[in-house]
């Protein structure tokens, strides 16, 4: 079974410039979620969409975070414009969907803001 | 006081001995307890879920959990080197504002396992 498919895996942008992340999730998993693990720190959830709606996102800052799930598949994460503190690891996970499913964790996609 | 607390370590044990990791939590009703393990530079990976107050094992791994007490902690036996990694503790707790089980994470135990 194929896992949670990240890209880009690494990204160095300069501040105030924008980033996307992709994900693509494991075949059949209705529950999507990002997380941004600084370094040192557990991961943080910043979304949580459940087919292709969002079902938590009071931790996203919203000002220069968006996150879309079309489809209720793929989704997309931005940054715009970037801050230094944004340099963190962007993990995408999924789960078949509840509390108490397993999440299942992408690769990350590591940004480094500079 | 944190939705998840643990021990930001290093914990040190040596290759053979038993490793103990512990967490606690902020939330009375949280009902799914798991631990991930993650090497450096790659993404967490699931080794144990747990449910019920009680122990559960798998292999050399026992996850311990008392709801009463609001604390969970793995145990590694036999510890190996490969084991060396950092161990976060990771609980669904309900968010107030949005009703949604969320899986809060700690900020994990980093352990290293010396041959």
């Known amino acids: 079974e194929a896992g949670v498919a990240q890209s880009p895996r690494y990204k160095i942008i300069e501040k105030r410039q924008s980033v996307a992340f992709w994900c693509n999730p494991i075949s059949g998993h209705a529950t999507l979620y990002w997380y941004q693990q600084i370094l040192g720190q557990g991961p943080k959830l910043l979304i949580q969409f459940q087919n292709n709606g969002v079902v938590d996102d009071s931790q996203l800052p919203k000002d220069r975070f968006s996150a879309e799930r079309l489809k209720g598949v793929d989704s997309t994460l931005k940054i715009q414009p970037a801050k230094l503190e944004d340099s963190a690891v962007y993990l995408c996970?999924?789960?078949?969907?509840?509390?108490?499913?397993?999440?299942?964790f992408g690769e990350g996609s590591w940004l480094t803001v500079v | 006081q944190k939705e998840v607390e643990q021990n930001s370590g290093p914990l040190s044990v040596p290759e053979g001995a038993i490793a103990s990791l512990n967490c606690t939590y902020s939330d009375r009703g949280s009902q799914s307890f798991f631990w991930y393990r993650q090497y450096s530079g790659k993404s967490p990976e699931l080794i144990m879920s747990?449910?019920?107050?009680g122990d559960k094992e798998d292999g050399r791994f026992t996850a311990q959990l008392n709801k009463a007490s609001q604390y969970v902690s793995l145990l590694i036996r036999d510890s190996q080197p490969s084991d060396s990694a950092t161990y976060l503790c990771a609980v669904n707790i309900a968010r107030p504002k949005t009703g949604a089980n969320n899986l809060f994470f700690g900020t994990g135990t980093r352990l290293t396992v010396i041959p």
């Open positions: 747990i449910y019920s107050n």
């Open positions: 996970a999924s789960s078949l969907g509840g509390a108490g499913n397993t999440i299942y």
